[in-house]
């Protein structure tokens, strides 16, 4: 079955520290990779993608994720955490059949970042 | 720009009734999706539409349906509710059907189910 994995429930972080959101997936053929954010009573904001090219992405807010193909992971990183990165983080990939409109998402990771 | 709207935000309801969700996308894209979220369940696909056509459909029940008008608003119709239907419902749009487009989601209709 096509899947995504978020292993960790909550990751928390101290502020200035960097910071690693894991994400792996099961889903065949070569397909696309995003993270979203979401906020309190909010819906989900883009943070970035990946769709071919170079394995290190980045994207907005300073994060950026990194494609290990082999490892079907794709990793959200930060090199220094800020008190207003918590959220909670979302890993979405698309399906076999590469429809965007139907992504499959994580369970989510709470990200706690203290100061 | 204007982002996706949904509404209403917050609604209240009783068991077997039903329920109507609006979306408007942003100007110029033409692929609506919806999705379920809920703590026990995640983020879940209902369906998409795309220039008035359902192009993909999640599993969930018939109770759930949707459509989409000639100007790219979209509409989630749920029936006879049910208390696992509480929910926020997310409305997403983005300007073509590529897998590589991006969703841009509203902030959501939460709905309870009493």
């Known amino acids: 079955a096509q899947s995504v994995a978020q292993p960790e429930d909550q990751v928390n972080v101290a502020e200035g520290n960097p910071l690693t959101v894991k994400c792996t997936y099961s889903?065949?053929?070569?397909?696309?990779l995003f993270w979203y954010v979401q906020y309190p009573n909010r819906g989900l904001q883009f943070l970035l993608k990946y769709i071919t090219g170079d394995n290190l992405v980045k994207g907005s807010y300073g994060f950026e994720a990194e494609f290990n193909k082999s490892q079907t992971s794709f990793h959200l990183k930060k090199p220094s955490a800020l008190v207003s990165d918590s959220a909670l983080y979302f890993c979405a990939v698309t399906p076999e059949d590469n429809q965007g409109g139907k992504l499959i998402f994580g369970q989510g990771t709470e990200l706690s970042v203290k100061p | 720009k204007a982002g996706v709207t949904q509404t209403p935000r917050y609604l209240i309801k009783t068991r077997g009734q039903q329920v109507t969700l609006s979306c408007s996308p942003i100007s110029g894209h033409r692929s609506v999706s919806w999705y379920q979220q809920t703590p026990g369940q995640g983020l879940q696909f209902l369906f998409e539409?795309?220039?008035?056509?359902?192009?993909n459909k999640g599993n969930f029940p018939g109770r759930f349906s949707g459509r989409q008008f000639s100007n790219s608003r979209s509409e989630m119709n749920v029936s006879t509710l049910e208390l696992g239907d509480s929910a926020l419902y997310l409305c997403?749009?983005?300007?073509?059907?590529?897998?590589?487009?991006?969703?841009?989601f509203g902030a959501g209709s939460r709905l309870t189910v009493l």
């Open positions: 889903v065949s053929g070569n397909p696309y």
């Open positions: 539409y795309f220039s008035e056509t359902q192009r």
């Open positions: 997403a749009s983005r300007v073509g059907v590529s897998g590589a487009n991006v969703l841009t």
